[in-house]
């Protein structure tokens, strides 16, 4: 079994950062890759950012590339969401994930297929 713990949340002004963090204990075999997700009120889950754990490829979403950084400690048991210049569009709930899968699209895939959910951690962005 997989638990993943994020913090990180909080609330910001546009134009600041968050860095957001995503704890993971269980079996290494059963997050292949790891991603953020989020999910503003009204709108579908989207994918965020997605690493493989082994490799470290990562993969990011149109909206947040050159914004948002994905990466993981050496351990790979920590996963971390680097938000920068973050304006109120990104404000949803945050959710991390894991997988033992490998997808050639990780980002595109929906939330059953991923196996393993944080609670979720809020972030806020005022204008």
């Known amino acids: 079994q997989v638990q993943l713990v994020e913090s990180g949340g909080g609330s910001v002004q546009a134009g600041g950062s968050l860095r957001l963090s995503c704890a993971a204990s269980?079996?290494?075999?059963?997050?292949?890759?790891m991603g953020w997700f989020r999910q503003a009120p009204g709108k579908e889950r989207e994918g965020v950012a997605a690493i493989y754990t082994r490799g470290g490829r990562t993969y990011y979403a149109d909206s947040v590339k050159g914004r948002f950084t994905i990466s993981q400690n050496n351990a790979k048991t920590t996963v971390y969401l680097q938000m920068n210049s973050l304006k109120p569009e990104d404000t949803a709930m945050y959710y991390c994930?894991?997988?033992?899968?490998?997808?050639?699209?990780?980002?595109?895939?929906?939330?059953?297929?991923?196996?393993?959910w944080g609670q979720g951690t809020q972030v806020t962005i005022s204008s």
């Open positions: 994930a894991a997988s033992p899968r490998v997808f050639d699209d990780p980002l595109q895939r929906g939330a059953s297929e991923w196996n393993y």
């Open positions: 269980g079996y290494t075999y059963s997050r292949s890759i």
